[in-house]
């Protein structure tokens, strides 16, 4: 069963060695576990309906709960703490685009504001609740899950939007292909929630973002629907997909989504290599990315999540080993970890293998085989997991990442970390800090970091405030270095005040433009994506 307050399938945990849990001891202080409220006590703060009876529409308070909040370090404090600001008024769970149509229609007419919901992994704000006279109605995409097509001339799957990760892939895999889209939040996180998110998967580098997989669809907007159909290019004026990714439901609610698939692969490995520096290893992956191997993933930790990472790993004397072996290949402080896949028929792949190796070794790689690559390949969903461990241990683990061209990938990267250290150390606290790449291209690449700290004392109210201090100071550093606000989670509430930077006057005015022209009464997700001035309780 999925946790009501944390990450996941109750049945599944990630434990923390002593190793781990010594490390975080030394960086950080002895934790500070809290008191978790009970379900009971959120449930006690969902305030009576406004909505009516409508043979669509739950209102009751569970079901009202489970879609309030995602999965964002706020969200996370909230369910936590038990301090629920404002939920839906009821929740609806549509099993076709027609009864999509017929909800939006009954919000249109009553005025009531509508919040889609899919798998509910929103790291970034995009489920909160607003606060105002207008009644919140949610619609779960849940139920519609269905393959509607395969074309199999074309490669092309039409699958309804609330398709989560694992039942979109049985149902391929079923007639011998995959999309290839797996975001570390595959588990739960649906077709549909990529696309309106512009979401990025472990192996985009083979497979494609998924601004290359998502072909066309349904679309219902409060005006109207939209169906965009398939064609494999075009010049016909501007794409109108662009305005479905990314449009994080403000426009109205992707119903069907015509996917780009592929047969799915004889053959696939992950193979782990070392470096002694940064550098050589950001010059070494940045000259092998330009390269165009067809290689299906490439992720690069800096030092401090090398050794965080050889830290979870357990098997202190064979980890001992391998710290040994590497110093004896140079590879000693300050040695960075690269995670290579190989996807697709054998002799490609080991093709592809044997140029990257190659090329690696130009820059000091030590090669050390499939091993790690073959244990992150079977926990690569599972660090998620990670973060209730850390909470039942008093300490808090948030992520932010970005997107920059290759000049400035390493001073953003210690950018952000910097930020993190200066807005902690207010308060006479350490954060430890460590960042990966994880998506890379031949112009630059995205910068994921995770940020590790111990629990503030007091409860919700001061572990809100820090948390919010820290999210700006390193959202500012990446606007201050010309990143993007967002590579793969989306914008949200969370990232919204930081849009207008990269955008421009211009494009926000086109974006807003947008919002009006195809939800004119404004009911569609209010306050997510564009900055529009809507309240909220905290």
């Known amino acids: 069963?999925?946790?009501?307050?944390?990450?996941?399938?109750?049945?599944?945990?990630?434990?923390?060695?002593?190793?781990?849990?010594?490390?975080?001891?030394e960086r950080l202080g002895e934790g500070?576990?809290?008191?978790?409220?009970?379900?009971?006590?959120a449930l006690a703060k969902i305030a009576p309906?406004?909505?009516?009876?409508?043979?669509?529409?739950?209102?009751?308070?569970?079901?009202?709960?489970?879609?309030?909040?995602?999965?964002?370090?706020?969200?996370?404090l909230r369910k936590r703490y038990g301090e629920i600001p404002a939920a839906p008024d009821g929740v609806a769970f549509p099993e076709s685009s027609e009864q999509v149509r017929e909800l939006l229609d009954l919000a249109q007419t009553h005025d009531w504001v509508v919040i889609p919901f899919a798998g509910g992994t929103s790291v970034a704000g995009h489920l909160d609740t607003p606060l105002g006279e207008r009644p919140v109605l949610s619609i779960n995409l849940g139920r519609m899950s269905r393959l509607l097509h395969l074309d199999k001339t074309s490669q092309?799957?039409?699958?309804?939007?609330?398709?989560?990760?694992?039942?979109?892939?049985?149902?391929?895999?079923?007639?011998?292909?995959?999309?290839?889209?797996?975001?570390?939040?595959?588990?739960?996180?649906?077709?549909?929630?990529?696309?309106?998110?512009?979401?990025?998967?472990?192996?985009?580098?083979?497979y494609g973002r998924i601004e290359q997989l998502f072909a066309g669809g349904r679309f219902e907007a409060p005006i109207g629907s939209l169906t965009i159909g398939t064609v494999p290019a075009s010049s016909a004026g501007p794409d109108l997909r662009e305005i479905i990714m990314g449009s994080e439901g403000r426009f109205g609610v992707l119903t069907e989504a015509v996917m780009r698939v592929t047969p799915a692969p004889e053959h696939e490995s992950f193979h782990a290599l070392f470096f002694p520096s940064w550098d050589q290893a950001e010059a070494a992956v940045r000259s092998l990315v330009q390269r165009k191997l067809p290689l299906s993933m490439l992720r690069l930790s800096n030092a401090v999540e090398t050794e965080t990472n050889l830290a979870l790993a357990g098997h202190a004397s064979q980890i001992a080993w391998l710290e040994r072996y590497l110093g004896w290949r140079g590879c000693g402080d300050g040695k960075c970890l690269l995670m290579l896949g190989v996807t697709g028929d054998p002799r490609s792949a080991a093709?592809?293998?044997?140029?990257?190796?190659?090329?690696?070794?130009?820059?000091?790689?030590?090669?050390?085989?499939?091993?790690?690559?073959?244990?992150?390949?079977q926990n690569r969903f599972k660090g998620p997991y990670l973060r209730n461990t850390l909470w039942e241990h008093g300490y808090g683990a948030d992520t932010i990442e970005t997107a920059v061209d290759w000049p400035r990938v390493k001073n953003l990267m210690n950018a952000m970390e910097q930020a993190a250290r200066d807005a902690f150390a207010e308060d006479g606290e350490k954060v430890h800090c460590f960042t990966h790449l994880s998506h890379l291209y031949p112009q630059g690449s995205s910068i994921y970091?995770?940020?590790?700290?111990r629990i503030a004392p007091g409860g919700f109210a001061?572990?809100?405030?820090?948390?919010k201090r820290y999210k700006a100071r390193v959202s500012e550093a990446i606007v201050e270095h010309g990143g993007t606000i967002s590579h793969q989670h989306g914008v949200g509430r969370?990232?919204?005040?930081?849009?207008?930077?990269?955008?421009?006057?211009?494009?926000?005015?086109?974006?807003?433009?947008?919002?009006?022209?195809?939800?004119?009464?404004?009911?569609?997700?209010?306050?997510?994506?564009?900055?529009?001035?809507?309240?909220?309780?905290?």
Do not use: C
């Open 351 to 377: 093709q592809a293998l044997r140029s990257a190796r190659q090329h690696l070794a130009r820059f000091d790689a030590v090669y050390i085989g499939t091993l790690m690559g073959s244990k992150w390949q």
């Open 462 to 467: 001061p572990n809100l405030a820090r948390w």
């Open 49 to 76: 309906s406004r909505l009516p009876d409508h043979p669509l529409i739950v209102r009751e308070a569970r079901a009202r709960f489970a879609v309030a909040l995602g999965e964002s370090y706020a969200d996370w």
């Open 1 to 25: 069963m999925r946790r009501w307050n944390g990450w996941g399938d109750d049945a599944t945990t990630m434990a923390l060695n002593d190793k781990a849990s010594s490390m975080l001891r």
């Open 156 to 206: 092309l799957a039409t699958f309804q939007s609330g398709a989560a990760g694992p039942v979109l892939e049985a149902q391929l895999r079923a007639h011998g292909y995959t999309l290839g889209h797996f975001p570390q939040s595959f588990e739960y996180s649906t077709v549909g929630g990529w696309v309106v998110t512009r979401s990025s998967g472990q192996q985009s580098l083979r």
């Open 32 to 41: 500070l576990p809290q008191q978790d409220a009970s379900l009971e006590q």
């Open 449 to 453: 970091s995770t940020f590790v700290y």
């Open 494 to 538: 969370d990232h919204a005040p930081y849009l207008a930077a990269e955008k421009g006057p211009l494009g926000m005015a086109t974006l807003h433009e947008l919002r009006r022209h195809f939800d004119p009464k404004g009911i569609m997700n209010p306050g997510k994506l564009l900055d529009d001035g809507t309240r909220w309780a905290d």
